[in-house]
């Protein structure tokens, strides 16, 4: 049974077209909601960190918020240099580590 | 600082070899995590130490795989013998536990023929 759930698998945008990511979750004890980019050949790079329902943080084109079940991660007039993997990432309760999603793979074309 | 180091950063070795995947944490994290990264089932935690003790180890997938942190600036992930179904791209992570978000290496490809 999947903790978190990412959709899109993949999403392919034009230059400009703005569009969201999505990152459902089932854990019960939430404590904090992880937001990573992954380019091609390297590791997740820390985009956010979110930790109550109705928090939103922004970097650039993008806006991530939080809501008692899911995540989304907002992408606004998207440019190609913005093309990589999404993950999400969630930490339960007590825990170290991060429980991860499989990632949106995003495609932005001039 | 250089980020979390990890070599090699590619491995190709035959079935029933050892296999040695090592990584330097950034320096003062407290913190250090081994995730296993293949298309199906994507990033996986394996392992993670803090203050150099493992913490939580039920990822590890069977008595093959082994990992050490004999120190604050080095970890060591074993996987003997090696087979096919072990080929992924290992990452190390480190975090000091202050700042809740994880680091990660380039992460090591390794392909076992």
């Known amino acids: 049974e999947d903790q978190v759930t990412q959709s899109p698998e993949a999403l392919r945008l034009q230059e400009g077209e703005s569009s969201s990511l999505n990152c459902s979750y089932t854990?019960?004890?939430?404590?904090?909601l992880f937001w990573y980019r992954q380019d091609p050949g390297k590791g997740p790079e820390f985009l956010f960190t979110?930790?109550?329902a109705g928090e939103e943080k922004e970097k650039e084109r993008l806006k991530a918020t939080l809501t008692k079940k899911e995540s989304f991660l907002h992408i606004t007039a998207p440019k190609p240099e913005d093309s990589a993997t999404y993950l999400c990432?969630?930490?339960?309760?007590?825990?170290?580590?991060?429980?991860f999603g499989k990632g949106t793979k995003l495609s932005v074309k001039p | 600082d250089a980020g979390v180091i990890q070599s090699p950063r590619h491995e190709v070795t035959e079935m029933g070899q050892e296999v040695t995947l090592r990584c330097k944490p950034i320096?003062?994290?407290?913190?250090l995590f081994w995730y296993r990264q293949t298309m199906m089932r994507g990033l996986e935690l394996l392992i993670y130490?803090?203050?150099?003790?493992?913490?939580?180890d039920s990822g590890m997938p069977e008595d093959r795989f082994s990992a050490k942190m004999p120190n604050a600036s080095f970890s060591t992930l074993k996987i003997q013998p090696s087979e096919p179904r072990d080929s992924a791209v290992y990452f190390c992570?480190?975090?000091?536990?202050?700042?809740?978000?994880?680091?990660f290496g380039s992460g090591t490809q390794l392909s076992v023929l």
């Open positions: 320096s003062g994290h407290d913190y």
């Open positions: 979110l930790y109550s």
């Open positions: 130490f803090n203050n150099n003790v493992p913490i939580d």
């Open positions: 854990v019960s004890g939430l404590r904090g």
């Open positions: 990432a969630l930490r339960e309760g007590s825990q170290g580590n991060l429980i």
């Open positions: 992570a480190s975090m000091a536990g202050s700042q809740e978000k994880l680091f």
